[in-house]
């Protein structure tokens, strides 16, 4: 009766090792996939329009903002 006790966690536990090596061997695959493939290509699109834009006059340089404090320059309102 031990014994097969034993051979039921033992399979457990295969199947727990199996599950999680198949589980990273999928994040390492979409990984790869995110980095050489799908990243490249939402940057190349972006390139793409910005480099429309900038042909057709849309695109400008951003403008640098200042901001103005929030409170009056008589430090009330803290």
């Known amino acids: 009766m031990t014994d097969r006790i034993a051979m039921i966690v033992g399979y457990g536990v295969m199947w727990l090792s199996a599950s999680a090596i198949v589980a ?5 695959l979409m990984q790869l996939i995110w980095v050489r493939v799908i990243r490249p290509a939402h940057l190349m699109a972006d390139y793409q329009e910005w480099r429309r834009a900038r042909a057709s006059g849309a695109w400008q340089w951003p ?5 103005t404090p929030t409170t ?4 009330e309102g803290r």
């Open 63 to 67: 403008r640098i903002v200042t901001r």
């Open 24 to 28: 990273l061997a999928a994040g390492v």
């Open 72 to 75: 009056p320059p008589d430090g």
